[in-house]
Each structure stands twice: as C-alpha cells, then as structure tokens.
C-alpha cells in the first residue's frame, strides 16, 4: 500500500480546523461581542419555519437532541435550567419529568422578530437562577402606520417541505394598524415523519406535529405604551428517540402584559406573564410501543418591575424587582390489570412549588471615547416546597422495578414514599450574583472585552424531590437522554458559578476582514451533577446495562475558546459579493475531584460557509467538522463519537414580495452519530441486541420553501 502518499486522518483534520479558525465568523449582528453578548434580528422571520434552533445555532448555541421541537440549548458546556431562556421577556419553567417541553418549544421561527445569546458573563438584568448564560426571544414588534384609522398594514404566508422526515410546515401572519393601536397575528403548523439517517435508515421515534398561534395587540400615545399577548400551543404528539416515554399531549395557554413610559429622566417597564400547561407522556406510536400514562399541569405567574434613571447623558442606572411563582403537579394513573403500575396513581410531585422573589440595580457608564463599564448586583430568594406523595402500590413489595434488574431490593417505591413524607421538604436558598463587564475600544479597529460574573442557580424540582428508587420510577426521571434512572436529593445546594471571559475583536481599515478570539473559564462549586446508586440490566448481555444515579452537589470547571471571522473576497456590480465566513469553538468540562469528564460536553467543532449575493439571490455552501468525542462521562455510561464532516447547499431568489428558497442539508448523505444525541432508546425496545447506541443525524434532506408578503 502506498501509506505515505495519504496524510493521516487525525492530521488533516486538525489543520482543517486551523485554517477554518483562521478564516472565521463571528456571529455577531452588531457591534457586541460574542460571550458578553451576541444579537441577531430575524428581519425576513416570515421566511422561516420550524423551531428557533437554526437561529439560535448561528449566535453559537449547542442544542442537546430531544424530540423535533424540543431540544435543549448548550451554552459553554452547560444545559437544561442553567441557561436561562426568556421568550418575551416570560420565565417558562420546563413542566415535565423529561423537559420534554422547554421554553424555546413554544415559539416557532416565523414568529420570531429578535433574539438575543449572553453567554457566560450576563448582567444582573439579563436575568438570574442561571450559570450558563441568558437567551432571549422576542416576538412582540408592533408596527403602527401613519393613518389615524385601522387599516391593513401586512401579511405573509409561507410554505415549506423536507424530505429526510417528509415534514411540512405552514405559516401565516398579518397586522392591522393606525398610528396609535397595533394588532397582529402569527400562526404556523408543522407534521413531520421519523427522518432517515445517513445510511437510508429509519431513525424511529422522531415524529411530531404542533401548531402555534399568537395574537398580539398594542396602544400608544407620546409617552407610553401597553402591549398584550396570547398565546396557544397544540402538540397532539412528539416523538422522543432517546427516551422512555413520548409526548402524547401539550396544550399551553400564555399571556404576557407589557407597559413601557418614558420619565423625564429615564423610562420604566412593568410586565406580567401567565402560562398554562397539561402535558401528557406516554405511547402513541408503534415505533415505540408501550402503555403507561404521565400527566402533568403547571402554572407560571411572574411580574417583572423595571426602572431605568439616568445619571447623565453617558451613564445610567437601572433598578428591578422580580417575582416568579411555579407550580406543578406531576402524576401518573394507574394501568389496569397491571400488577407493577397499580393499583394506585403515582403521585411524582404533589402541589410542588418553587417560588423567586429578587431584586437588582446595575450602572452603566460610557465613561470615555474609549471606556464602557457596567457593573451589577442581584439578589433573589428561591423556596421550594411540595406535598405528600405515593407509589403504585402501599405494599411491602410495591414499586420493585423490572423483575430483570440487578438493583439492591432493600428500599421498594412504597417504603421510599414513606420517607420522604416524614421528612421536611421546604428549602430555601439566597442567591447574591455580582457582574463587571468593561469594553475598551483599543483603536477604531481593535476592541476588547472582558467580564466577571458569580452566578448561582437553585435546584429544579425534579433535582430535589423526584423519590422513586425502582427501576420503572427513576428511569422516568431525568432530561439527558441517557438510558439511565435518577433519584432527587431534597438537600441539593444551589450552584455558584465564578466565570472570567474576554474577547478581543480586530477590523480591517476598509471592514474588508474581521476576527475574534474569545476565552472563558467557569469554575462551578455544587455543581449539581449525579452519583452511581445502583445498576439495572433488562437483557444478559453488557452493552445494555445502565445505571441509577442519584442528584449530589460537587465542584466543576468548565473552560473554552472560540475563534471566528470573516473575510470579503470580491465585490463587484457584475459578480456580486463574496465573501467567506467560518467559526471555531472548544470546550472542555471536568470534576474537581476526580477530574473525570462531564456530561454532553461538545467536541471540538468548526463551520466554514462561502457566501454570494447578486441581484436579489443569495447563495450559501457550507462546511461542518465536529471532531471525535472521546471526553464521555462514565457515570452516565456515555458514548464514544467519531467524527464527521457535513456539507449544505442553499440558494434563495427574491422578488419584490415573493421569495423562494431551495436546499440541500447533508449534501454527501454522510451517516454520523449525535455527539450531544444521548441513546437510541426507541431503536432499543425496538431490538435490545443492539444496546445503548448513539443517536444518528439526519442523512441527505431536500428542502424547499416558498414565502409571499401582502
């Protein structure tokens, strides 16, 4: 073989990630900086469809795979509640034992007008009860018209299809206005099969339909402003791949009042949030078959208090009061004839509660042409609380688990019900968070940015209070996509994170090129993360064994490194603009004590896209290198990925009020395993000789969409 006429594998991958470092982009929309804050504005929102990750992706945001509409946000190796999303400015808590249905899954891309990622270092005001940094989606935009009478102002509608999971997607919208009242709708629906992988085969599971609808009105004068939405989510089902159970019901109910009026000396906002939500789990298709019934109700209610006074014309300070109040059942009925799951309901969590009251002040200074500083404090007190609950079954035997596991039967679900009930179960935890953020304009060219933050996030209820022991209960548990049951721990601490980040921005002259290099390090004490309790094995063979961990608190380090950049190649009137943009990112978590890696910590990572722009087309390719995740948590049994390489194609022609858009995801039909996938549960049950195996991507998908505004 002539081996020395082929570069090794590992070295040409390395380089490529170098030069596409060299070359990258930051995702930036204005003048901010990646980590402090990165912006986007989804000017041409009515062109897209589906869930908001494709947005939020570009501004750096990992995703952890759920079903079609639900994934997670990873934010600097962190997921699940310590990354604080707020759409509309709203707190919706995930209601769900699984997370089945996170903030981000009630509101689609078409309804989006801004978004917004702080990642890491956060102020004060973005937000608090979070580490890993704030994401905000915002869908109220009113837009009045000159006219003193109502009259139509726009409407679009808009049409899309894939063929990797035949999905469909419709949208539509449209606004009346005077210039003094604002009314506008959005709507849209989405139906998708279970997609296919890079070798043409069925990923089972991963189907889903859901609709969204919001109605939004507003009425202004001179100095103020009121605005009122509702808001409706229908989700009859929603496959869930990587875990026990599916969504076999979310329907969701949203208000959110906002009163915004200019002071002689700054300006003071007042909003309030309601959200309703039942939530069904259980079995829908027989690509996962199975019969037990999960339901949950949930209630979020929360005010927002915000006044800004300015100090000067160059520096201000800005004052919040904050209250937030959920509430959650969670409770599963019994199945009839069933001996495990009977003859009573299992009450998961009885009139839980988790109640924030906090308070800020922030002050931000232009201090000179060339200093800004913004400096905040934030205190909240978090309480939780919840009632008395059961098992299946009162008796002796009740609440065993699967006859196969080979879990230590000294503590049944019955016998650990009667613990937790006889203990108490209020907590509550103060949490003091502290921000610096400094920008020092080195030259018009050259920009530096660096922060201090300590934040701090209480545990969720299900952390706390989720007290089932048996196999069946604790693998209900747990939002990772393991395999793997958990049990909660009542006296969890919360997390205190001290994070450090800089970035340095540098210009070309004529803003022909630009590059950032960026850097964190978060060190976390009572990281809440999770000890091996037990171990359960359905089958005799080794590859599908799992574990029962049990929530404990313990101290982390999480540290990363972003370069990104882009490059104008030609512009001209006859070849239109070209340029070249790409990003490269890093991260890397580990314990403290034992330095053992973390959970879902994505690997090494870079995008590389060539751009065109001529005359009403825009065209992109675009290049994806995701290295080998050889850094796995072994508690959680996590897999190995090898890497992969994806390539896109896209073009989209506008005219006038008309846009059409074809693509070509996974252009090489390349088959590759989800690095932050979890297991393929549902191909699991389906043949148990296959083991835990990783979750695979989506193969070759042909899209196309078509959008008219009128």
């Not at 490529?16 to 930036?28: K, T, W």
């Not at 006219?147 to 899309?160: D, F, K, P």
């Not at 904050?322 to 299992?346: K, L, Q, T």
């Not at 060219?445 to 209820?461: S, V, W, Y």
Request: charged fraction near 20%.
């Amino acid at each position: 073989m002539n081996t020395h006429l082929t570069p090794p594998r590992f070295l040409v991958t390395k380089v490529a990630a170098l030069i596409c470092a060299i070359l990258s982009v930051s995702a930036v929309a204005d003048d901010s900086i990646e980590v402090i804050e990165v912006q986007g504005h989804a000017q041409n929102s009515h062109q897209l469809l589906g869930s908001a990750d494709s947005l939020l992706s570009d501004l750096g945001v990992d995703f952890s795979a759920a079903g079609g509409v639900s994934s997670l946000p990873v934010l600097n190796g962190m997921m699940g509640d310590r990354v604080k999303v707020l759409v509309d400015g709203a707190d919706v808590t995930a209601a769900c034992a699984n997370q089945m249905n996170p903030p981000l899954s009630y509101v689609s891309a078409n309804q989006v007008t801004s978004y917004s990622v702080v990642a890491g270092v956060s102020p004060v005001s973005s937000g608090g009860d979070n580490i890993a940094g704030v994401i905000r989606v915002n869908t109220i935009a009113p837009e009045f018209s000159d006219s003193e009478q109502l009259t139509w102002r726009s409407g679009y509608t808009t049409a899309q299809y894939k063929s990797v999971s035949d999905s469909q997607a419709y949208g539509l919208g449209m606004g009346i206005a005077s210039n003094n009242v604002s009314v506008s709708y959005q709507g849209s629906f989405e139906e998708a099969n279970s997609y296919n992988d890079g070798h043409g085969e069925r990923v089972l599971d991963t189907l889903y339909r859901v609709q969204n609808h919001a109605l939004t009105g507003a009425i202004r004068d001179d100095k103020q402003q009121v605005i009122v939405k509702f808001s409706h989510q229908k989700i009859p089902y929603q496959g869930f791949p990587n875990q026990y159970m599916d969504m076999t019901d979310n329907t969701s109910y949203g208000l959110v009042a906002q009163y915004k009026r200019e002071l002689e000396n700054g300006d003071l906002q007042v909003q309030v949030n309601a959200h309703d939500v039942k939530h069904k789990m259980g079995f829908f298709s027989t690509e996962k078959p199975g019969m037990m019934p999960m339901n949950t109700d949930a209630q979020d209610y929360s005010y927002q208090l915000h006044w800004r006074l300015d100090l000067s014309a160059e520096s201000s300070l800005l004052f919040g009061h904050e209250y937030y109040s959920y509430r959650i059942d969670d409770w599963w009925p019994a199945v009839e004839g069933s001996m495990m799951m009977g003859p009573n309901e299992y009450v998961n969590i009885n009139d839980g509660k988790r109640n924030r009251l906090g308070a800020f002040a922030e002050y931000e200074s232009q201090v000179n042409q060339a200093w800004w500083l913004s400096a905040g404090m934030r205190i909240e007190q978090v309480t939780t609380n919840t009632g008395d609950v059961q098992a299946y079954n009162k008796g002796a035997m009740g609440g065993v688990g699967h006859m196969n596991s080979m879990m230590d039967m000294s503590k049944t679900d019955a016998q650990a019900a009667m613990e937790f009930n006889q203990r108490d179960r209020k907590r509550d935890d103060t949490l003091v968070d502290i921000s610096l953020l400094a920008r020092y304009q080195i030259s018009r060219n050259d920009e530096l940015q660096f922060g201090f933050a300590r934040k701090n996030r209480a545990p969720n209820l299900y952390e706390r209070y989720s007290w089932g022991v048996g196999t069946m209960a604790s693998t209900m548990i747990g939002w990772f996509g393991d395999g793997n049951g958990y049990i909660g721990n009542p006296d969890l601490k919360a997390e205190t994170a001290h994070t450090l980040s800089a970035s340095y921005t540098k210009l070309a002259k004529d803003d022909s090129w630009q590059i950032t290099a960026n850097a964190w390090y978060t060190q976390v004490n009572d990281y809440i993360d999770a000890e091996v309790t037990q171990s359960f094995n359905r089958t005799d063979s080794a590859h599908t064994k799992r574990h029962i961990l049990t929530f404990t608190n313990l101290d982390a380090t999480l540290y990363g490194l972003k370069l990104a950049g882009l490059i104008e190649l030609y512009n001209s009137k006859q070849a239109g603009k070209w340029q070249l943009k790409g990003a490269f990112t890093s991260n890397y978590g580990e314990r403290d004590d034992s330095h053992e890696d973390l959970y879902q910590i994505m690997p090494w990572h870079t995008e590389l896209s060539l751009e065109h722009a001529y005359k009403g087309w825009e065209s992109t390719l675009s290049w994806q290198w995701v290295d080998s995740k050889d850094k796995v948590d072994e508690r959680r049994l996590e897999n190995q990925t090898d890497s992969y390489n994806l390539l896109a194609i896209s073009s989209k022609k506008t005219w006038q009020n008309l846009t059409f858009k074809l693509a070509i995801t996974n252009l090489l039909d390349a088959y590759y395993q989800q690095p932050l996938g979890g297991v393929n549960i549902a191909n699991y049950k389906h043949d148990m000789r296959t083991g835990f195996e990783q979750l695979a991507g989506q193969g070759r998908s042909y899209n196309a969409s078509i959008s008219y505004r009128f």
